[in-house]
């Protein structure tokens, strides 16, 4: 095949709730500014994916339930072998590939390496998204366990642009230590950016960073994979909540909860609304009322307690 006709891909990688979905929202924007046709591969730690409404009018695949590792990775390929399947019906002139926020991009390098992909498809660059504003305390041992810091630290080694989001959040003062300790991690060649809401210019998004031919060939036996210790727990059933209740109520939930997302009903309101729930603040936003869901609640955490999350939902359904 023509080198000039693969498909571009970007993969996005960071952490839970460190921004990926926002960057991709802004690459977005540019590819319809410039009439481009996208696919976007949303890769969920749940069985349920519970931000589609996001990416309407996009082309998206959907894999759930684990991280693009190990079995996932087979997923992976079958969905690759739909893209290449369904091109000449829907062509897409770019390719997303977002991550659960627990996984290793070299996960997905590999496959994007490998044959029959490597001839339709080129990896353009990993994109990893990091929360400025929780970045030492993800990388403390005081306050993280080894799991999430070697996790964030791999994001970071095999990043080919490093996009520093929620600098809104912390003083310039916290947000140069955490430049500093981030570059004792990724080489000094590495780009890294910071921003607000993913807000990074299109010709740093998209410029091509990873050049095939500089790669080492990385193996899955090399140890990059894990089982993660990381779950997501879903809670369905939900009444109808104020928002200040439910706000509280996510607040006071154990501190091995890192990311919450879903769907609520709000009272007054008819129409449902999505939250988020990241860096310990939520965000609520209404759907279209044409949006058809019953309200769900996904937290994400480290070895969460299914008991005691549970007694924690009873709380919230009986206040
Ligand atoms: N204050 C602030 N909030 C942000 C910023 N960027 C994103 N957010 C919010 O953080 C929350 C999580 O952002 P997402 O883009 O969904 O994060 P993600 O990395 O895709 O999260 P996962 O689904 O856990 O992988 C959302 O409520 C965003 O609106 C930022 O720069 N500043």
Same mark, same amino acid.
């Given at each position: 095949m023509d080198n000039s006709k693969k498909i571009p891909v970007y993969v996005l990688s960071g952490f839970l709730g460190s921004g990926k979905t926002t960057v991709l929202l802004t690459m977005l924007a540019h590819c319809k500014q410039l009439g481009m046709q996208p696919g976007i591969i949303l890769n969920e730690?749940? !069985?349920?994916?519970?931000?589609?409404h996001l990416f309407k009018e996009d082309k998206v695949f959907e894999l759930l339930d684990g991280c693009i590792c190990c079995t996932i990775q087979d997923d992976l390929k079958e969905t690759m072998n739909e893209i290449i399947g369904e091109m000449e019906k829907y062509p897409l002139d770019v390719l997303f590939i977002e991550g659960t926020g627990v996984a290793n991009p070299l996960e997905v390098q590999e496959v994007l390496l490998s044959r029959p992909y490597i001839n339709q498809f080129e990896l353009m660059s990993i994109i990893t998204v990091v929360d400025a504003s929780h970045y030492l305390e993800y990388q403390s041992v005081f306050t993280s366990s080894a799991e999430v810091r070697k996790l964030i630290t791999e994001q970071l080694v095999c990043s080919s642009l490093i996009v520093l989001n929620k600098t809104d959040l912390i003083a310039s003062e916290q947000l140069e230590k955490v430049k500093q300790k981030i570059r004792n991690i990724a080489t000094k060649e590495k780009k890294m950016v910071d921003c607000v809401y993913g807000q990074v210019n299109a010709v740093t998004l998209y410029e !091509?960073?990873?050049h095939s031919a500089f790669l080492t060939k990385y193996s899955a036996d090399n140890g990059h994979h894990h089982h993660s210790t990381i779950q997501a727990i879903k809670l369905a059933d939900l009444p109808v909540f104020t928002k200040k209740n439910f706000e509280k109520w996510l607040k006071q939930l154990p501190a091995d909860v890192l990311r919450g997302k879903g769907f609520v009903a709000i009272e007054g309101s008819q129409r449902l609304y999505s939250f988020q729930y990241a860096s310990k603040k939520v965000a609520f936003s209404p759907v279209p009322a044409s949006f058809d869901r019953e309200p769900v609640v996904i937290l994400i955490g480290i070895g969460l307690n299914q008991q005691q999350i549970s007694d924690y939902y009873k709380q919230l359904v009986d206040q």
């Open positions: 730690i749940g !069985k349920e994916n519970v931000e589609g !091509k960073r990873i």
